[in-house]
């Protein structure tokens, strides 16, 4: 029988917990509403625990800020997030004490870019770029199949970008209003029309921004990082005529300045699609147990 693994895929809104094998395929997959951390974790554990199997490693992507710095006193811990009862808990420690087996840690969104390295439109490329435009925005990077970190992850979400001319809405983000983030977010455009981005018009000129702002992004991704893709997840680029206007966007912010062979596979959504970040964990945790 193939080694089994565990995958969370801990966001802000919803924990995803999910079993598979070695070869990556999902076995079982439930989703848990994110409360507090108590509530949470213990229906994770539980989760767990009901497979009579022994589990080789458990990849962790999570909703942060979070810390990764293994010299940290804090190393495992949610840091300074919005979601008040999250801040400083000790999210790795906890499932540390719950099982004896490795346990790979990284922010969710680097989950989902391992996860499209590993199985998806980055299979077979040395470097891959990843965004979350969803209910926040989140970037992931690999380099040479490792993780692009310093002293912490990147935060490349809350890059600032350059507002049209016109454009009055002062955006949500707590910490930086008009960021990244604060503009093209799903409760950003929900707070630009009062409509869910599910229920805006394709016609409507809210895209235009949207696909200007998200086009800058990886402009400014292009020419810092030089990826071989970028992959651009989340619930706002399931809209289909988003991706189309972005690559336009794209094509002329870079005005052929640096050349891209392949602008159609270079800037593209994700082959895994909602499976991404449970992939990706499962990946982490196949990696981790071989060390």
């Given at each position: 029988m193939s080694k089994v693994y565990g995958s969370i895929e801990a966001g802000g809104t919803k924990f995803v917990c999910a079993i598979g094998n070695d070869q990556l395929e999902i076995i079982e997959r439930v989703?848990?509403?994110t409360t507090n951390p108590k509530e949470t974790l213990k229906l994770v554990i539980d989760f767990f625990n009901k497979f009579d199997l022994k589990i080789e490693g458990i990849g962790i992507g999570s909703f942060g800020p979070i810390d990764i710095q293994k010299s940290s006193k804090t190393y495992g811990y949610i840091k300074s997030s919005p979601k008040i009862e999250w801040q400083n808990f000790d999210f790795l420690g906890t499932m540390k004490k719950a099982f004896n087996c490795p346990i790979a840690w990284t922010t969710d969104v680097n989950a989902a870019c391992f996860g499209e390295y590993s199985?998806?439109?980055g299979y077979g490329k040395d470097n891959v770029s990843y965004y979350t435009v969803g209910t926040g925005v989140g970037g992931g990077a690999i380099s040479q199949g490792a993780f692009l970190e310093g002293?912490?992850?990147p935060e490349m979400g809350h890059m600032f970008v350059k507002k049209n001319n016109g454009d009055t809405f002062e955006g949500i983000?707590?910490?930086?209003?008009?960021?990244?983030?604060?503009?093209?977010?799903?409760?950003?455009?929900?707070?630009r029309t009062g409509e869910k981005g599910k229920n805006i018009s394709a016609i409507n000129p809210v895209w235009n921004l949207e696909a200007n702002y998200i086009a800058q992004c990886v402009y400014n991704t292009t020419l810092m990082l030089s990826p071989d893709i970028i992959i651009l997840g989340g619930g706002v680029m399931k809209q289909e005529h988003l991706l189309k206007k972005?690559?336009?966007?794209f094509s002329s912010l870079m005005n052929e300045y640096v050349k891209i062979p392949d602008l159609d596979n270079y800037i593209t959504t994700p082959?895994?699609?909602d499976n991404a970040g449970t992939i990706g964990c499962l990946a982490l945790a196949v990696k981790e147990s071989k060390k």
């Open positions: 989703s848990y509403p199985l998806g439109n002293a912490s992850h983000c707590p910490f930086h209003k008009d960021c990244l983030e604060g503009l093209v977010s799903g409760p950003a455009l929900e707070k972005i690559k336009e966007e082959k895994l699609g």
